[in-house]
């Protein structure tokens, strides 16, 4: 086993800054592809000195990871594939299918940071996890279909779906509001008349 420093953080072995003890063989994979270096006594003290700005820029990745992972929770990836009548696709759709197709709508994202839970031969609808940052995975909606028609309507049963999602969150902000306002209003009516029954009794007139 070697012991290397994560330059950034790997999913399933830990964050950025931190020693992580590997295989050689994925030892060489982290260095060679720049995630890591070797935790020599010199990078040991390096590392020392920059852990804070590790620990700054890795936050900064997450905040950057979450605000796209709920971008691409509004995504509607569609994907067009030959296939028979039964749905049967003439070959099937890879990572790299949808790398490809999140990096043209503006997601930098590599084909090993995109994983599925089945291997997509079929059309319909699947659930794709993307890798945004070691510590967090989104899912996104993928639909296989087979023609332009077919797409289209998946277009517009997705816009359909948002558009009654919105009008549920404003009806419930609505409601939330009202009941608000009527909370105060009576509490604030309870009150009033209390004051006004104190001043109007008389009672303080002849105390004076």
């Known amino acids: 086993m070697l012991s290397v420093i994560l330059?950034?953080?790997v999913?399933?072995?830990?964050?950025?800054?931190?020693?992580?003890?590997?295989?050689?063989?994925?030892?060489?994979?982290?260095?060679?592809?720049?995630?890591?270096?070797?935790?020599?006594?010199?990078?040991?003290?390096?590392?020392?000195?920059?852990?804070?700005?590790?620990?700054?820029?890795?936050?900064?990745?997450l905040r950057e990871?979450?605000?796209?992972?709920?971008?691409?929770?509004?995504?509607?990836l569609i994907i067009i594939r030959q296939a028979s009548d039964d749905g049967k696709l003439?070959?099937?759709v890879t990572v790299r299918d949808v790398a490809k197709l999140l990096d043209a709508i503006g997601y930098a994202v590599q084909p090993?940071?995109?994983?599925?839970?089945?291997?997509?031969?079929?059309?319909?609808?699947?659930?794709?996890?993307?890798?945004?940052?070691a510590d967090l995975v989104a899912v996104v909606k993928l639909h296989v279909v087979r023609n332009d028609a077919e797409a289209e309507r998946?277009?517009?049963?997705?816009?359909?779906?948002?558009?009654?999602?919105?009008?549920?969150v404003a009806a419930e902000?609505?409601?939330?509001?009202?009941?608000?306002a009527s909370a105060v209003a009576e509490s604030e009516g309870v009150s009033a008349p209390a004051m006004g029954e104190s001043v109007s009794s008389g009672d303080v007139e002849g105390s004076i």
Not at 112 to 133: A, M, N, P, Q, W
């Open 7 to 9: 330059r950034s953080s």
């Open 11 to 61: 999913r399933g072995l830990g964050k950025a800054g931190e020693v992580a003890r590997v295989k050689p063989g994925y030892a060489r994979y982290l260095l060679s592809d720049g995630k890591a270096v070797r935790a020599t006594k010199r990078n040991m003290e390096l590392l020392e000195e920059k852990l804070s700005v590790i620990a700054e820029q890795s936050e900064k990745k």
């Open 65 to 76: 990871a979450d605000k796209a992972a709920a971008s691409l929770a509004e995504e509607c």
């Open 90 to 92: 003439f070959g099937s």
């Open 112 to 133: 090993k940071e995109v994983f599925f839970s089945e291997t997509i031969k079929r059309t319909g609808e699947y659930d794709v996890s993307v890798e945004l940052h």
């Open 154 to 168: 998946v277009k517009l049963a997705v816009a359909r779906e948002k558009k009654s999602r919105s009008e549920v």
């Open 173 to 180: 902000a609505a409601e939330a509001a009202s009941s608000g």
